[in-house]
Nanobody, 126 residues
Framework: QVQLVESGGGSVQAGDSLRLSCAAS???????MGWFRQAPGKGRDFLAR????????YYADSVRGRFTISRDNTKNTVYLQMNSLKPEDTAVYYC????????????????????WGQGTQVTVSS
């Protein structure tokens, strides 16, 4: 059974940085992992994606240049480094895993992923 466990969320001031972690277990095949977030009263939005074998990354326009997705293969863990945080970054952050092979897709939709973590809260105050 695949499990994704996020950690690293918290409450910070505007301009601060945070690094989120997502540890995957029980998986036999990982094609890609992604990060999404959901603000109160809104849908769950794509932030970043990393293709596991190639290391290729893709970002939403809203976070490109501020957020960085990376991985540690030895720990089966994906990270999201978030810099210059803003109050509008306040949300519950989720990691997701896609096990199915894909080609030519951005993998930026919720339906592109097979497994989800429980989420970690990030609160940015001004």
């Amino acid at each position: 059974q695949v499990q994704l466990v996020e950690s690293g969320g918290g409450s910070v001031q505007a301009g601060d940085s945070l690094r989120l972690s997502c540890a995957a277990s029980g998986t036999y095949s990982t094609y890609a992992m992604g990060w999404f977030r959901q603000a109160p009263g809104k849908g769950r939005d794509f932030l970043a994606r990393l293709t596991w074998r190639s290391g290729d990354t893709y970002y939403a326009d809203s976070v490109r240049g501020r957020f960085t997705i990376s991985r540690d293969n030895t720990k089966n863990t994906v990270y999201l480094q978030m810099n210059s945080l803003k109050p509008e970054d306040t949300a519950v952050y989720y990691c997701a895993l896609r096990s199915r092979y894909a080609t030519g897709l951005y993998l930026n939709a919720n339906v592109d992923y097979d497994y989800w973590g429980q989420g970690t809260q990030v609160t940015v105050s001004s």
